[in-house]
């Protein structure tokens, strides 16, 4: 298995609070991703990393930001989370763009 | 990006072959057919990928029609631990597409 982690694994926080999700690898990937999943939309993707501090944003990347300071690791922020960010956050990565991706355990979020 | 469509739901019994299909009869030439598969309460996993020929590995086997519009994702033997989520997925490989786009995908339901 790929050494992805992420943490925490299950939080729950109050509407307008400020969250910060991580993904940790171990494998030296170039690439990252963060996506959710939410019933009746399958996973999409919020932002992604193609190197150290270069990050773009994916197809549902209102309300969030990423940072990546250091290859191994993705930090996904809820800058004032709200009830609509309730979901399940997975991490990905990926050794070269466009191959195949590997994801982590996921992060289930609720915001009350 | 191309779409690809793909059953609800399957339902198979355990130690049997099993057949996924998938129709993308939008895909591009630069298209590779991708399959990821999702156990429950987990991250997606990758399972297989081709882009002309017919391909197989120690999970699965893929059927690439002559066409390129559809595709077969094989389980030769299913075992209860195959029971998840199969999304069949198109990534351009030129294009580089820096994500993957999962539709509801096929829940496979496998009978002891």
């Keep these: 298995d790929a050494g992805i982690t992420q943490s925490p694994r299950h939080k729950v926080t109050e509407t307008g609070t400020p969250v910060t999700l991580r993904c940790h690898q171990t494998e030296n990937h170039r690439y990252m991703y963060w996506y959710r999943q939410d019933p ?73 | ?45 990758y399972v297989i990928h081709g882009l002309t020929s017919n391909v197989n590995n120690r999970m699965a086997s893929l059927a690439i029609a002559e066409d390129r519009k559809s595709s077969t994702l094989i389980l030769h033997r299913a075992t209860l631990r195959d029971a998840a989520v199969y999304y069949c997925i198109l990534r351009d490989w030129e294009g580089g597409s820096e994500k993957l786009v999962f539709g509801k995908g096929t829940k496979l339901t496998v009978n002891p």
């Design chain 2, 1 to 45: 990006d191309a779409k690809t469509t793909q059953p609800n739901s399957m339902e198979s019994n355990e130690e049997e072959p099993v057949h996924l299909p998938c129709n993308h009869s939008t895909i591009s030439g630069t298209d590779y057919i991708h399959w990821y598969r999702q156990l429950p309460s987990q991250g997606p996993e």
């Design chain 1, 40 to 112: 009746g939309h399958g996973l999409r993707l919020i932002h992604y990393s193609y190197g150290v501090k270069d990050t773009d944003k994916g197809e549902v990347s209102d309300g969030y930001s990423v940072s990546r300071s250091k290859t191994e690791d993705f930090l996904l922020t809820l800058e004032s989370a709200t009830s609509s960010q309730t979901s399940v956050y997975f991490c990905a990565i990926s050794d070269r763009q466009g191959q195949t991706q590997y994801f982590g355990p996921g992060t289930r979020l609720l915001v009350l």
